[in-house]
């Protein structure tokens, strides 16, 4: 078998590994009602425009102009839950000490993410700790999102990565097993409260 390098470059994805992603929270904090809560969520978030909109392939007003007509809710609450979106993408403590930490240790880290543009520039004007990644890659900036294998080959051709000497940590096995399929060593994040634990495990630290 072949022996697997020591990771020097932690790729983090951002929803529910470095920022909370909680979709069932967003709408409610919306829609007071139920059914349109369930509308919200069927016809806007787990809607194909959604990846479409993290792809960068259609706008963010064609999105909402679409998810009304498609959802029968009202513009202005469609409007709202886009709005509310980046700003619902709270930090974990954790993974932002955790951060700094490796930053301190001499990796070498980046961002992986699928994420609308305008959500992505909200998080990247209102936290700091974006300046500790030596790369960021957001999927609708270049046009392909995860699992799709052209984000990963851009990841690692854009910044002269080794895959055996790179560790990527998602949320979502097929994301870990398209980066697997690359030669990139992974973690699947179960619980972001305790990566630091999960990660220091792995890497024997």
């Given at each position: 078998?072949?022996?697997?390098?020591?990771?020097?470059?932690?790729?983090?994805?951002?929803?529910?590994?470095?920022?909370?992603?909680?979709?069932?929270?967003?709408?409610?904090?919306?829609?007071?009602?139920?059914?349109?809560?369930?509308?919200?969520?069927?016809?806007i978030?787990?809607?194909?425009?959604?990846?479409?909109?993290?792809?960068?392939?259609?706008?963010?007003?064609?999105?909402?102009?679409?998810?009304?007509?498609?959802?029968?809710?009202?513009?202005?609450?469609?409007?709202?839950?886009?709005?509310?979106?980046?700003?619902?993408?709270?930090?974990?403590?954790?993974?932002?000490?955790?951060i700094?930490?490796?930053?301190?240790?001499?990796?070498?880290?980046?961002?992986?993410?699928?994420?609308?543009?305008?959500?992505?520039?909200?998080?990247?004007?209102?936290?700091?700790?974006?300046?500790?990644?030596?790369?960021?890659?957001?999927?609708?900036?270049?046009?392909?999102?995860?699992?799709?294998?052209?984000?990963?080959?851009?990841?690692?051709?854009?910044?002269?990565?080794a895959?055996?000497?790179?560790?990527?940590?998602?949320?979502?096995?097929?994301?870990?097993?398209?980066?697997?399929?690359?030669?990139?060593?992974?973690?699947?994040?179960?619980?972001?409260?305790?990566?630091?634990?999960?990660?220091?495990?792995?890497?024997?630290?």
């Amino acid at each position: 078998m072949e022996e697997i390098s020591y990771p020097l470059n932690i790729v983090f994805d951002i929803g529910n590994v470095i920022c909370e992603w909680n979709p069932q929270k967003l709408v409610n904090s919306v829609f007071s009602n139920a059914e349109e809560q369930n509308r919200a969520l069927a016809n806007i978030i787990m809607h194909h425009d959604w990846l479409l909109l993290d792809k960068g392939t259609i706008t963010l007003n064609d999105a909402i102009f679409r998810a009304v007509d498609r959802s029968g809710l009202h513009e202005k609450k469609v409007r709202e839950l886009f709005k509310k979106t980046p700003e619902s993408l709270l930090p974990f403590p954790e993974t932002v000490a955790l951060i700094s930490t490796l930053e301190e240790r001499r990796f070498n880290l980046f961002v992986l993410s699928n994420m609308h543009d305008y959500a992505f520039d909200y998080l990247f004007s209102t936290y700091s700790f974006w300046d500790k990644f030596s790369g960021i890659v957001i999927s609708s900036s270049i046009k392909a999102v995860k699992p799709e294998p052209e984000i990963f080959q851009h990841l690692l051709q854009h910044h002269n990565l080794a895959a055996k000497e790179t560790l990527f940590l998602d949320d979502m096995e097929v994301n870990v097993k398209a980066a697997e399929d690359h030669g990139i060593q992974t973690l699947l994040i179960e619980d972001p409260k305790t990566i630091q634990k999960t990660l220091f495990e792995q890497l024997n630290l």
